[in-house]
């Protein structure tokens, strides 16, 4: 097996975000998609400023090009991107939603080779394939939505917020190469929280974001997800794009939602459909591939 750091960091994004899918899911019973963007923003931006602080470490010193690229990242990447995610699983569930975010991987491909000319070998190639193809067995089923509108905007969201999030963190890995990691996360989601707030105050009003956030804060399902999807999975995920290819990346992080199947199988004892065990597997063997490529 030839994993490197950059793939051990891709395979922990992948299992923290797994974890915080099922949490987020849980809080859109209680709270809205902007509701939840506005929380987990302001969660991940808490954590990153006290591991600043903690750590004690030195300011980077971003050129003016290099801050631009980083607010236009967390813009799209954080205040639009993770909007349109949250809005695609209300209305479509984790298990179809996970299906519409199998696109990731390959735009991943598609932008690292025409932003940086990467590429993969044939067999990572066929590795991601099959991890795709397991997500895609393991999670189909028809949704019990009546309106069809429902279905195609949910579909239409998942879809543009997987080329908002790939393009996102593909813009900022140059960058990532002579910065820490937590600045870099800490610009993108400061300005995804500055947007998401003037989003909820235009839309609402002052009163209801403070409201939005003492609801959330009492929440600990968002709270927890928060924490999960918002600062471990984020300073995993930077990190796996920042030490490995970005297309091996990619095809590790899609594994979240193999990782969600076996965790309701293991912890919440969900029933496991043959169906089920062949997606894993394929997946899992994939992953297998493209780890011993």
């Known amino acids: 097996m030839n994993l490197n750091l950059g793939d ?3 395979i922990l994004t992948a299992f923290c975000w797994s974890f915080a899918v099922i949490l987020f899911d849980i809080s859109s019973k209680k709270l809205n998609s902007l509701q939840m963007s506005f929380i987990k923003n302001f969660i991940g931006v808490l954590g990153f400023i006290l591991t600043v602080i903690i750590l004690n470490l030195p300011s980077p010193d971003f050129s003016k090009k290099e801050i631009i690229s980083l607010l236009f990242s967390g813009f799209i990447g954080v205040a639009i991107a993770d909007l349109l995610f949250l809005s695609s699983l209300t209305k479509l569930g984790s298990g179809f939603s996970a299906i519409v975010a199998t696109i990731y991987s390959p735009i991943i491909f598609l932008f690292s080779f025409l932003m940086f000319g990467e590429s993969i070998s044939m067999e990572t190639y066929f590795g991601g394939i099959l991890v795709i193809c397991g997500i895609g067995i393991s999670t189909f089923r028809i949704p019990i939505i009546r309106d069809k509108r429902i279905i195609i905007v949910g579909v239409l969201f998942g879809i543009l917020a997987q080329v908002l999030t790939a393009y996102s963190v593909l813009l900022v890995k140059p960058i990532m190469k002579e910065n820490s990691i937590v600045y870099i996360a800490l610009y993108r ?11 909820l105050f235009f839309k609402t009003s002052l009163v209801d ?7 959330g804060l009492n929440t600990y399902t968002i ?3 928060s924490f999960l999807g918002t600062y471990l999975s984020v300073i995993f995920w930077l990190a796996g794009f920042k030490y490995t290819i970005s297309g091996r990346a990619a095809i590790y992080n899609q594994l979240s939602t193999i990782f969600i199947i076996l965790l309701a199988f293991f912890i919440l004892k969900e029933p496991m459909s043959k169906k089920k065990w062949v997606g894993v597997l394929l997946s899992i063997s994939g992953a297998l591939i493209v780890s011993f490529n």
Do not use: E, H
């Open 8 to 10: 051990i960091y891709a």
């Open 189 to 199: 989601f400061s300005i995804g929280l500055f947007c998401t707030v003037l989003f």
């Open 209 to 215: 974001v403070f409201k939005t956030l003492n609801r």
């Open 223 to 225: 709270i927890l997800g």
